[in-house]
């Protein structure tokens, strides 16, 4: 694909429930990250993957939380025992450098009810 | 750590008018800086990045933004607004390799 693709475009879930985002990032790119968006609190940086770096865990709000890539390609963001504050645009973004431009997937609109 | 602040969480500006929105950042190093655009119901955009050849960056649409080392800004201005600007802006700040961290955005209307 052209685009970094992201699975499922909404995910409604009950509170408690465990949810995994896919995220295929663009062919080559060897940096990718995960954002979380929800209204007027901006893009929340969550982990972050370079190369074969162990990952920029630093920004993911809870043990709860976890995400990994495989391959040094897709990425699976996993959210467990989803909370109501949960509920958010979870955004995909790839790069072919650490300092290049981020290219960004359309988002997994999470609703935890 | 690197850090960024927007001044003002909504601007409104009439068409033709300058837009300046503001960005301020912290880095402990020489940073790169971004501005990135999300129309609405649409994903995020490259708007123009600044990598320390220019302090002056010109980007897509008119947008352009200049590199204030001492005063620890990056500025986004567009000197007539157009009704189709209309969009949530982002500044950015990447420590030269490390994670990029965003600003809380500042949505822009444009008034007719």
């Known amino acids: 694909g052209a685009g970094v693709s992201q699975s499922p475009s909404n995910k409604v879930t009950e509170k408690g429930k465990d949810v995994e985002l896919r995220c295929d990032p663009i062919s080559g790119h060897t940096a990718l990250y995960w954002y979380r968006q929800s209204l007027g609190q901006g893009l929340e940086f969550l982990i972050y993957?370079?190369?074969?770096?162990?990952?920029?865990k630093s920004g993911l709000p809870s043990d709860r939380f976890s995400a990994e890539r495989t391959g040094g390609s897709v990425s699976t963001l996993t959210i467990q025992r989803t909370q109501q504050e949960d509920s958010a645009v979870y955004l995909c973004?790839?790069?072919?450098?650490?300092?290049?431009?981020?290219?960004f997937g359309e988002g997994s609109r999470l609703t935890v009810l | 750590a690197q850090s960024v602040t927007q001044l003002g969480s909504h601007v409104s500006v009439s068409e033709g008018a300058l837009v300046l929105l503001r960005c301020n950042y912290s880095?402990?190093?020489?940073?790169?800086l971004f501005w990135y655009v999300q129309y609405p119901n649409q994903g995020l955009q490259l708007l123009l990045k600044?990598?320390?050849?220019?302090?002056l960056v010109k980007g897509i649409n008119g947008f352009e933004a200049e590199f204030k080392k001492s005063e620890t800004s990056f500025h986004l201005t567009k000197p007539s607004a157009h009704m189709s600007d209309a969009a949530e802006y982002f500044c950015a700040v990447n420590n030269q390799g490390g994670k990029l961290i965003f600003g809380q955005g500042t949505e822009l209307s444009v008034k007719p």
């Open positions: 993957f370079q190369g074969n770096s162990a990952p920029d």
């Open positions: 973004a790839s790069s072919p450098s650490p300092t290049g431009e981020l290219f």
């Open positions: 880095s402990s190093v020489p940073p790169y």
């Open positions: 600044y990598t320390s050849a220019a302090t």
